[in-house]
């Protein structure tokens, strides 16, 4: 990949929050990126932080280096794949860079240079990797801050004559920071509506508008209206796409508490395989493991043979309940049948407002819920099958 202008129409990406998944080929064409990463003699690479995005969030990445040097591998599902890289050196933060790539391996050099008084964070050579915010390449972002100019202005303004206290606990200050924002916000989402078909819009209406909402907002309102201007905005193919409906599951999630232990988990109704309204009550007097998953998700498929263990270890106590939360109900059927899932199987394909993941804050898949026989949360967890079966040998020894 060369460094091409940045339109997004070309091939370039960038970052944000962990869950590790994929598609298989029958939704999206699965695809894989590799990335090395290297450092020179002014960099102590135990200060050096890396992440990326996948397409569903931000995947966290272990310091853990060979020498100078460390090779990133993933799947993504993304239209790329997002690298952030940061570094630290003993509490002088140097500065960091978010870098789109996709299948072709990478290579970026990095080393700590002198600017002016401070030390600063460079690259001195890329391979297959853009720069997102350089915006000689990416002449989208030099559009948008163009357009945003104002309230960027303001906003700094603010942030330099008022420190991190002053602007949180001081009433009016922290209204006016606020106000700045959304006006940020509302900046972004009107640029966005003239540009809905590039992949830059989606993920700077994921990452800045709907990533700050979430992290920020406490209007449950304004969260549910953020639902109404996705599909408002992108085409239906980008809404649809795994992507974008995790991006929904996520904002939907945002609304509800998360199921706490030993308190009723929420009852929810939804249609098997077969067409049949089935609801999560119905199984009250027996114990049930929710197993919320989707076709496209190779962890989720690969912990299929370690559920038929359970489920036939357990078969006289346990009922298992799998819930996809998959668009395409043609690969969520097909999927059941390939893995051979015999057990009971809902589909929460609306994702809307009255949807499971919604009400089981889901923000990963697999996710599994252990529920007793009274319909109470014995335990959560994320892809740990093992802990479950701990569990079940506690309660069924």
């Known amino acids: 990949m060369t460094q091409t202008p940045f339109t997004l129409s070309g091939k370039l990406l960038i970052a944000i929050i962990f869950l590790s998944l994929c598609v298989t080929q029958r939704t999206t064409a699965q695809k894989k990126f590799s990335l090395t990463i290297v450092a020179d003699s002014s960099i102590d690479v135990k200060g050096l932080h890396c992440q990326y995005y996948n397409g569903f969030g931000l995947a966290f990445v272990p310091d853990t280096f060979t020498g100078n040097k460390i090779t990133l591998t993933d799947e993504y599902i993304s239209k790329y794949a997002a690298v952030d890289i940061s570094y630290n050196n003993h509490g002088d933060f140097q500065g960091g860079y978010t870098f789109f790539i996709d299948e072709e391996p990478a290579t970026i050099h990095i080393g700590s240079v002198k600017d002016g008084t401070e030390n600063k964070l460079r690259y001195s050579k ?47 200050l922290r209204a006016l920071n606020e106000k ?86 929420p009852d ?33 498929r690969k912990n299929g043979p370690v559920l038929k263990t359970i489920a036939a270890q357990y078969k006289k106590n346990l009922q298992i309940v799998g819930i996809s939360i998959d668009n ?53 967890t994320s892809g740990d099958l093992e802990a479950i079966k701990s569990r079940l040998r506690a309660v069924f020894p």
Request: glycine share 4%.
């Open 126 to 172: 890329l391979e297959n990797a853009t720069d997102f915010f350089d915006t000689s390449t990416n002449f989208l972002l030099k559009e948008l801050r163009e357009f945003r100019k104002d309230e960027d202005e303001a906003l700094s303004r603010l942030w330099a004559n008022h420190n991190y206290h002053d602007i949180t606990y001081n009433d009016s």
């Open 328 to 380: 395409n109900l043609t690969a969520w059927r097909d999927a059941i049948k390939e893995d051979g899932l015999t057990w009971v199987n809902l589909c929460d394909a609306k994702l809307g407002n009255n949807s499971a993941a919604m009400h089981y804050k889901i923000t990963s898949v697999p996710h599994y819920f252990l529920i007793d026989a009274s319909g109470k949360l014995i335990m959560e």
């Open 180 to 265: 700045l924002l959304k006006a940020g916000s509302e900046k972004n989402i009107l640029f966005i509506k003239k540009h809905p078909e590039e992949y830059f819009s989606f993920y700077w209406f994921q990452d800045q508008v709907v990533g700050n909402s979430l992290e920020k907002e406490k209007d449950t309102a304004y969260l549910r209206s953020l639902v109404t201007t996705m599909t408002e905005i992108f085409p239906e193919r980008v809404v649809s796409s795994a992507e974008g409906q995790w991006l929904i599951v996520r904002i939907n999630a945002a609304l509800y508490p998360p199921p706490q232990k030993g308190m009723p988990v």
């Open 268 to 300: 929810v109704q939804l249609r098997d395989i077969n067409g049949k309204s089935v609801k999560l009550s119905d199984f009250k007097g027996r114990y049930v493991l929710l197993d919320f998953w989707a076709s496209w998700c190779p962890p989720c």
